[in-house]
């Protein structure tokens, strides 16, 4: 069983960047993880999403969003730039085994317990 923490997560400013970190309790090599998030009233929607045969970007983030991966360290990055007020959220990792990246909630076994992006005017 994987158990993920995100972290990283805050308030910034119109045009600001955070970078969040998704860490994983043991190898995650084989998995593939995403960034999903959720705002109030919203459904859950991918944003981002990296494996060892595909990387994903939501269009609404292509251009703003990289993501990285550091398998010595079980860690997945998501860096956040030109962050507008409609990136405000709850962002969660996730991670499918698998060798491809999905969009569908349901393809992901497991979560985070998420982290607060809030981004003002």
């Known amino acids: 069983q994987l158990q993920l923490v995100e972290s990283g997560g805050g308030f910034v400013q119109a045009g600001g960047s955070l970078r969040l970190s998704c860490a994983a309790s043991?190898?995650?090599?084989?998995?593939?993880i995403g960034w999903f998030r959720q705002a109030p009233g919203k459904e859950r929607e991918a944003v981002s999403c990296t494996s060892s045969s595909s990387t994903y970007f939501a269009d609404f983030v292509k251009g703003r969003f990289t993501i990285s991966r550091d398998n010595a360290k079980n860690t997945v990055y998501l860096q956040m730039n030109s962050l507008e007020p409609e990136d405000t959220a709850v962002y969660y990792c996730?991670?499918?085994?698998?060798?491809?990246?999905?969009?569908?909630?349901?393809?992901?076994?497991?979560w985070g317990q998420g982290t607060q992006v809030t981004v003002s005017i």
């Open positions: 996730a991670a499918a085994r698998s060798r491809y990246c999905s969009q569908n909630v349901p393809a992901y076994m497991y």
């Open positions: 043991g190898s995650s090599v084989y998995y593939a």
